[in-house]
C-alpha cells in the first residue's frame, strides 16, 4: 500500500506556501492586506522570517508590528525557464530582494515591471496577491 498523499501536499501547478506556526500568522497578515513582521519588544529589533528569540538580544518577548510596505531594490535575480508549467506564462520573472524602510529584506515577486527595467535602489511598494482566505502572497511594484 503506497502512502497516500494530502492534496496540499501533492503537485501544484503553482507553488504556494502551506505555513505553520509562526509563519501561518505571518501569511495571515498579508491575507488581511498587512505586511507584519516581529518585533522585539525588549530592543526593538525587527526580525523575518519569524522565530522565537530575538537575534540581538535573546530576548523572547515580541509582537507582530505592521511595516509601512514601503523599500528599495537591493537585488534580484531573473528566471527564465519555467520549472513548474504554472509559470510558464510568466517567464522571464524576476525575484527580487527587498531592503524594507524598517531595515529588514525580504525575498518577494514583482509586478508591474520588466526585468529589465529594474534598477538598484529603486523604491517598491508591498501589495498582496490572495490565495485562500488565510493565505495572500506579498509581491512588490514600483512605488
Ligand atoms: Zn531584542
Redesign the pocket.
Known amino acids: 500500500m503506497s502512502p497516500s498523499i494530502p492534496p496540499e501536499r501533492g503537485f501544484q501547478l503553482r507553488y504556494t506556501p502551506s505555513p505553520s506556526g509562526f509563519s501561518a500568522d505571518f501569511y495571515r497578515h498579508c491575507a488581511g492586506g498587512e505586511l507584519r513582521f516581529q518585533r522585539?519588544s525588549?530592543?526593538r529589533?525587527w526580525r523575518h522570517p519569524p522565530r522565537v528569540t530575538?537575534g540581538?538580544?535573546s530576548?523572547e518577548e515580541w509582537a507582530w508590528e505592521a511595516s509601512s510596505g514601503r523599500g528599495t531594490l537591493f537585488s534580484w535575480t531573473v528566471t527564465h525557464q519555467a520549472l513548474a508549467p504554472g509559470f510558464a506564462e510568466d517567464v522571464p520573472y524576476a525575484i527580487v530582494v527587498v531592503e524594507l524602510a524598517e531595515g529588514l529584506r525580504l525575498v518577494s515577486g514583482l509586478r508591474g515591471i520588466a526585468p529589465e527595467d529594474l534598477e538598484l535602489g529603486m523604491p517598491l511598494v508591498v501589495e498582496f496577491v490572495p490565495v485562500s482566505d488565510a493565505i495572500a502572497l506579498h509581491c512588490f511594484r514600483r512605488a
Do not use: L, Q
Open positions: 522585539c525588549a530592543c529589533t530575538c540581538r538580544c530576548s
